[in-house]
């Protein structure tokens, strides 16, 4: 008889377990229809976010001097230098003759004079900037700007914010010392050139305007009868309409060649409006720039002129910004993420984006540094129970017996329930 009432017992216990499993997964509203499963999940971390373009570009001289010879006023005698020889500004370059030696002497002594003035307004220019590009930076809703420097931004600053203007600033700053060189080594220009007109009765030497290396002579004496190439290196290339939205003068690059051990960093120098081909609808426009590359010292690795380089523009940089994952994130008219809650509950948390880019998304308002947020958010129904796989390696006897005993029957209820 007791063996009968075992089977029967152990036949009643199973009826009931599988019936109060129906019931339970069956009825509305039910924890056991609202657990979830959880094996991937993330913490929400403070990192740095870096958004870029990826493109190539070709290491060419900075600038390219073309010099010209009018042969119906002069007699050309000979040249004086040979491609590929490195010259400075001042260099003689060839010899001609002239019977116009006055009248040439004070044209370069005028051109001189304009050119010592521009040098000295630009000068005056770029102090004007610089005041009140401090007076922004001290007291905003106090500096007072020069009529010529306003003109200059081409920007509203009744409307425009004090970052944009200090940028119009620097961009302006930066293309007034470019044009006060130029005039500087113009003036090193004519001073050689009136120095040559002075030592000799008929012979002149036309003289280099800058630093470089003479890259083509025409000895047929057409025009350009020389090229000069600037030292300075620079990586040019070309962005596409989608770049372009997105890329500015002024922002950092890095870049890699095979032909370099050491990367290149520097700045966005220039970039063309218009497109580097005439537009078309059966072709994509690509746009050209520039990006100038900084000096690291005296030891700085020689460039190779049309070495191939990988470029990295950086168009936008936040340090120290919480972010996480990008596929956590859920749309529903908002954005938000599933948190697990140390109560052992799936929570929904509307979330305010920031910066995405590299697979990160940045958290401007939501989930603090250290929450914890479910990698599957499409499994997920809000306030519900979640489960993890067990991690035995952390399955401690003194973690168990922190348990109640209500607790114990709970979670092995909920266990049993769940498979």
């Known amino acids: 008889m007791s063996g009968k009432w075992k089977m029967a017992a152990v036949s009643i216990a199973s009826v009931v377990l599988i019936t109060v499993n129906l019931y339970l997964i069956e009825k509305k509203e039910s924890k056991v229809e609202r657990t979830v499963f959880v094996e991937n999940w993330t913490k929400v971390k403070k990192d740095t976010i870096t958004d870029t373009i990826q493109t190539n570009g070709v290491i060419k001289p900075v600038e390219e001097y073309d ?36 009248a040439l002497k004070a044209n370069l002594e005028a051109e001189k004079t304009e050119a010592e003035g521009e040098i000295a307004g630009i000068e005056e220019f770029i102090g004007k900037l610089r005041s009140y590009q401090g007076n922004l930076t001290s007291n905003p809703d106090k500096a ?16 425009s914010s004090s970052d944009l203007i200090k940028s119009n600033i620097e961009q302006e700053m930066y293309k007034q010392e470019l044009e006060k060189n130029s005039l500087n080594e113009k003036v090193k220009m004519l001073d050689a050139k009136l120095s040559s007109i002075e030592g000799q009765s008929g012979a002149i030497m036309s003289t280099s305007e800058a630093d470089g290396v003479v890259k083509n002579i025409n000895k047929n004496l057409n025009n350009p009868i020389i090229s000069i190439v600037s030292t300075n290196m620079a990586i040019e290339g070309d962005f596409t309409e989608e770049e372009m939205k997105k890329a500015e003068v002024g922002m950092t690059i890095k870049a890699s060649s095979s032909d370099s051990k050491t990367a290149l960093k520097g700045k966005i120098g220039r970039i063309h409006s218009y497109p580097a081909e005439e537009p078309s609808l059966k072709k994509d426009n690509r746009f ?27 168009t936008n940089e936040k340090a120290g910004v919480l972010s996480i994952p ?12 599933y948190k697990l809650t140390k109560k052992g509950y799936v929570d929904k948390h509307y979330i305010t984006k920031g910066l995405k880019a ?30 993890t796989p067990i991690q035995f390696e952390k399955v401690k006897a003194a973690t168990y017996k922190k348990f109640t005993s209500r607790e114990k029957v709970r979670f092995l209820l909920l266990g049993f329930l769940e498979k």
Do not use: R
């Open 288 to 314: 050209p720039f520039q990006a100038l590359i900084e000096s690291e010292g005296e030891e700085t690795e020689a460039l190779l002129v049309g070495s191939k380089v990988n470029l990295t523009v950086i």
């Open 67 to 102: 010099i010209y010879f009018d042969t119906k006023k002069n007699d050309f005698k000979k040249f004086l230098v040979k491609e590929g020889d490195a010259i400075t500004a001042g260099s003689s370059l060839f010899e001609y003759t002239t019977t116009e030696l006055d």
């Open 144 to 159: 007072a700007i020069d009529e010529s420097v306003e003109k200059n931004l081409k920007i509203d600053i009744t409307t």
């Open 326 to 337: 990008i596929e956590a994130v859920q749309y529903h008219k908002q954005p938000y993420v």
């Open 358 to 387: 590299e697979g990160m998304q940045e958290i401007i308002k939501g989930p603090s540094v250290g929450d914890v947020i479910l990698m599957e958010p499409d499994v997920a129904k809000n306030h519900s129970y979640f489960i």
